[in-house]
């Protein structure tokens, strides 16, 4: 693969693609018919900037007689015969701000750094790879590198938290008191932001224009064939919590269009991360494929949620700081806060479902709210199934909370006294346990879903099965509870998908805001099940839709668990199927060496009738177990073995143990169970525990 051709033309904006050239031959630069219309309009001073032997240099150009919307070099020295270059037209009409800014001064808080209106300093950057066609994030200064400290982070060198004088001493994780709640962790390399910028402009034809909000030599442009990209928007909620927006502005924007813009909202992390690497890449193609099937403009509102570490997005102040967040892109940015689209995945899906519920009546509507596999296991989250098949919540209990040891069984907050799990309860969302939220707050409180019914929002809720993060059961129950209330909802269950999508959210955020435009109505209704085309190494990317009968039967389980510890699983299937749950005991020797089944004997690990539905409206039967192993079962592979039937049937049904949440990784499902707990918040047990953010089970679809 050729290296990307961009850099950065200084201040420029870069209005053409990037090429390379050099010889006799007049350097000619083709550009989009409403780029050239805007120039000559405004009989703009044309430019050709060249990088040649690490030196950018600028030369005057004009138009082609010759070719229409073509920009030629005027005859001058060094733009012929001359040694090979890269050109780009550039024209002091249209001038980006530059660096982006973070908010974040590494002069600030005496030297340690911290937050500073304006600054555009990093604790890590935001950077190109070498190929040029990647955005690589470096932030290795943010941990704590003494393997004797308790805590996470790097709080010895850096003002992680607030500025006022008690939060200065802070070394962890407080609710409401979060990593990057008002500055962005990164600095934003300029050649990121162009290399953004070229891509937009070859896909959809427009360039985009950098704005920082803290700076003033920057105006917004109107009626102007350009992307205009916003960073930096500090929000200040009444109770003075802070919290981070960019904004998008689509081509031919108009200040004068007054809620004229339906708003694509997504709630994410770190702010410019959000913006130029996870996130923004795609919302900008959103607005480039809107414009182009209806002719029409969107405004994209990316948000940080709140905080980068340490906030889901679940803490008391994310109604206020949402609304903000909208009320900033109506009020500014010409966007209608009642025509409102909510997407995202993950920690985004949580903070998609929570605007669109708007349980405190805020002035704004979410239209459709769509919500990837948002990490439902917080409405009932034991320590059993943390250490089972949900391998990563520990890592997640981690960072979030900032404790090292917080994952050992005997691990005790030293203020509070709290258990591991009540620690990272009480970080996210200020209550010690999941019944509490269920009362009050919570996804499942009647606050929170009355909000909800009332809100008139679409919701589809997408989740996959063996979610590394969570357990299908409680999307299952959610998505239940959800129509019970009357919420229109569209449930769409990814079988062995993990965390991952088994549909293109941002495609269907598109299809959304089409409909808005177009002044129609999209259905959302129904369970739609989707799988994996084939386990072959060509098809395991592929989604196929099927239509089940009966409900596939799958289990989520873990992968490993130490000497005397539970085997915390969930078998999911129709109520009233019959099932027997079993290990097998694997020769260890043939095992490691070839992967070789060899079972010596068996042990039940479980039996039992499927129970009736939790709730009418739930899609199948589930039960959950935490199996207690006799005592003196040593450390080896044990094989997965699950065989059921149905009411009615005679047989009973094997469900073959190399039906595996992944082929490619493991071939059959196998629990090892170890002669010690190991550190399960470590990046070697997750590689290997959760590859891609799927966990460990079996599954007929």
Not at 129 to 156: F, I, Q
Request: aromatic share 10%.
């Amino acid at each position: 693969m050729s290296k990307s051709l961009c850099f950065v033309p200084g201040k420029y904006v870069p209005l053409s693609r990037f090429i390379l050239s050099g010889g006799s031959e007049p350097i000619a630069l083709p550009i989009t018919r409403a780029v050239a219309d805007y120039l000559k309009m405004h009989d703009a001073e044309l430019l050709l900037a060249c990088l040649r032997s690490g030196e950018v240099t600028y030369h005057k150009a004009g138009w082609s007689t010759l070719r229409e919307d073509t920009v030629e070099a005027e005859k001058a020295e060094g733009t012929q015969n001359s040694e090979e270059g890269v050109f780009v037209l550039v024209s002091p009409l249209l001038i980006n701000t530059l660096p982006v800014v973070s908010h974040w001064d590494n002069s600030a808080a005496e030297g340690k750094g911290g937050f500073r209106y304006g600054g555009t300093d990093g604790i890590g950057t935001l950077r190109m790879d070498e190929a040029g066609e990647k955005v690589v994030a470096e932030h290795v200064r943010l941990y704590n590198n003494d393997p004797d400290s308790p805590y996470v982070y790097n709080t010895e060198d850096y003002q992680l938290f607030g500025s006022n004088e008690g939060d200065k001493e802070l070394k962890t994780p407080q609710f409401e008191r979060y990593i990057g709640d008002r500055y962005s962790l990164y600095a934003v390399d300029d050649l990121v932001a162009i290399s953004l910028s070229d891509r937009i402009l070859k896909t959809f034809g427009y360039p985009v224009v950098y704005r920082n909000e803290s700076a003033d030599d920057g105006a917004l442009l109107s009626n102007a064939p350009v992307v205009q990209l916003i960073s930096g928007s500090l929000l200040v909620t009444k109770n003075g919590q802070h919290s981070l927006a960019s904004y998008i502005l689509p081509p031919n924007w108009s200040a004068k269009s007054v809620k004229g813009y339906p708003l694509l909202f997504n709630g994410y992390y770190d702010a410019n991360e959000n913006t130029f690497s996870t996130v923004g890449p795609s919302f900008l193609e959103i607005i480039g494929k809107t414009l182009a099937s209806t002719g029409k403009g969107i405004v994209g509102v990316l948000w940080n949620g709140g905080g980068y570490i340490g906030s889901r997005s679940l803490q008391s102040s994310i109604y206020a700081g949402i609304g903000a967040a909208i009320a900033r892109g109506q009020d500014s940015y010409g966007g209608d806060a009642e025509q409102v689209v909510a997407v995202g995945g993950s920690r985004g899906g949580l903070t998609a479902l929570l605007a669109g519920g708007n349980p405190l009546r805020l002035p704004y509507r979410v239209r459709y709210t769509l919500c990837y596999a948002p990490p439902l296991i917080l409405n009932g989250l034991t320590r059993e199934f943390a250490e089972g098949a949900c391998p990563l919540i520990w890592h997640v209990a981690e960072v979030d909370t900032g404790y090292r040891d917080i994952w050992k069984k005997d691990w005790r907050h030293p203020q509070t006294g709290r258990s591991g799990i009540e620690t990272l309860l009480q970080t996210l969302t200020g209550a010690g346990d999941s019944a509490s939220l269920r009362e009050t707050t919570g996804l499942e409180s009647d606050f929170f879903l009355d909000g909800l019914k009332a809100s008139g929002t679409k919701l589809l809720i997408n989740h996959g099965t063996h979610d590394a993060f969570t357990l299908s059961r409680f999307s299952f129950a959610f998505a239940a509870l959800v129509r019970s209330h009357g919420i229109p909802l569209r449930h769409e269950i990814g079988y062995r998908f993990g965390h991952n999508n088994c549909t293109d959210l941002y495609e269907q955020a598109a299809l959304c805001l089409k409909a808005i435009l177009q002044e129609q109505e999209l259905e959302f209704t129904g369970t739609v099940h989707y799988r994996r085309r084939s386990p072959a190494v060509g098809e395991w990317e592929q989604t196929e839709r099927f239509v089940p009968v009966p409900q596939p039967v799958f289990l989520e389980a873990p992968k490993f668990v130490a000497v005397g510890s539970p085997v915390a699983w969930t078998l999911y299937g129709e109520p009233g199927m019959e099932y027997r749950l079993e290990l097998g005991i694997l020769d260890q020797q043939a095992w490691e060496q070839k992967q070789q089944v060899v079972r010596n004997e068996c042990i039940t690990l479980a039996s039992g009738v499927l129970p009736d539905k939790q709730h009418p409206l739930e899609l199948c039967s589930w039960q959950d177990g935490v199996s207690q192993l006799a005592d003196g079962q040593h450390a080896g592979y044990y094989l997965y073995e699950l065989s059921y039937r149905l009411k009615g049937e005679q047989d009973w049904n094997v469900v073959s143990p190399s039906r595996v949440p992944q082929p490619g990784v493991e071939p059959q499902a196998v629990l090892r169970i170890l002669e010690e707990q190991p550190n399960p918040a470590s990046e070697a047990f997750r590689a290997e525990a959760a590859v891609l953010c799927i966990s460990s089970g079996l599954s007929e679809a």
